[in-house]
């Protein structure tokens, strides 16, 4: 999908994952909206900054509308998520049904609610020469296939990602519109600087090869050869360097 003198939505684009997509984009030449509950002091590369939590129908719609106002949409990488570690049955009590919720909420309908607002605005795009008119992008992660203790909210949120995107690449597929998820294993972000560094140290040793956490850069390395490669629809890629949780 060339995305010259297009435009583009990135939710989480203010961090982490999100913000190294957004200046790969950028350089694919194209306008990108970045659609995050924090605006954060990244330097977001004259990206379009749009307050927006991804569960609201209204926010999402406004971070769209402010990308067509730059051009047609032709990718939406939706990359916004947070995780929490609890257990199911916690020291005091089970746990609770608000966290379990919020986690589905941001991760799952969240990225949902962009797909759906995303292929809405791609379906009038002028298709290119192979019938494209946009790329949906959803980041999913190892949790959807090998969750750990404490990740039943996230694993859960993550594995419903990775069952949407066949469906809706089957049904987008007559509008012209591919979608896909990575799945990345662990990667160098600050959702992972929360970890302590002797932990951090231990997982990278956990991967086979690159024994190294994954850098944001190829993870947006990956989301650029989705937007240039047509034939990767319906399908979530691993990006983990063969790491597989036990
Ligand atoms: N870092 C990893 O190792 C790893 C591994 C697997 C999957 N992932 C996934 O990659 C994605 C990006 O994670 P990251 O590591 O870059 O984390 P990060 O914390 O650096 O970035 C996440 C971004 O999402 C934003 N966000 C959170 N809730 C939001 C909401 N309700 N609406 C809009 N924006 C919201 C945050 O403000 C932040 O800018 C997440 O979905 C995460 O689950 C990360």
Same mark, same amino acid.
């Given at each position: 999908?060339?995305? =010259? %003198?297009? +435009? ?23 306008? $990108? $909206?970045?659609?995050?509950?924090? !605006?954060? +002091?990244? =330097?977001?590369? /004259? &990206? ?22 730059? /051009?047609?949409? +032709?990718?939406? $990488?939706?990359? %916004? ?21 919020? $986690? ?9 609610? /962009?797909?759906?607002?995303?292929a809405?605005?791609m379906k =009038? ?5 192979? /019938?494209?008119r946009g790329v949906i ?15 039943? %909210?996230?694993?859960? +949120? ?14 987008l %597929?007559?509008r012209g519109v591919r979608v ?19 932990? !951090? ?26 937007? =240039? ?12 360097? &063969?790491?597989?949780?036990?």
């Open positions: 999908m060339d995305l =010259d %003198a297009k +435009s583009a939505v990135v939710t989480g684009g203010a961090s982490g994952l999100g913000l190294s997509v957004v200046k790969k984009l950028q350089a694919k030449g194209a306008k $990108v $909206v970045v659609a995050d509950v924090q !605006r954060g +002091s990244n =330097d977001l590369g /004259g &990206a379009e900054f749009v307050e927006c939590d991804v569960t609201s129908h209204e926010a999402m719609q406004k971070a769209i509308d402010a990308a067509v106002a730059q /051009g047609p949409l +032709s990718a939406m $990488v939706c990359c %916004a998520g947070i995780g929490t570690a609890n257990k199911i049955v916690g020291r005091d009590a089970p746990q609770s049904l608000e966290d379990f919720n919020r $986690v589905l909420q941001v991760n799952l309908l969240g990225s949902f609610n /962009g797909l759906r607002l995303a809405w605005a =009038d795009n002028e298709p290119d020469e192979d /019938g494209q992008v959803l980041t999913a992660s190892i949790a959807a296939f090998e969750g750990q203790v404490g990740q039943v %909210a996230y694993s859960a +949120s993550k594995g419903g990602i990775v069952g949407m995107v066949l469906p809706a690449a089957r049904e %597929a007559k896909a998820a990575i799945a990345p294993g662990i990667f160098d972000t600050p959702m992972l600087a929360k970890v302590p560094e002797n932990v !951090r140290q231990e997982l990278a040793k956990g991967v086979p090869f690159p024994k190294r956490l994954g850098k944001p850069e190829e993870f947006a390395s990956m989301v650029g050869t989705i937007m =240039d490669n047509t034939m990767i629809n319906g399908i979530t890629l691993r990006l983990d360097g &063969a790491l597989r949780m036990v």
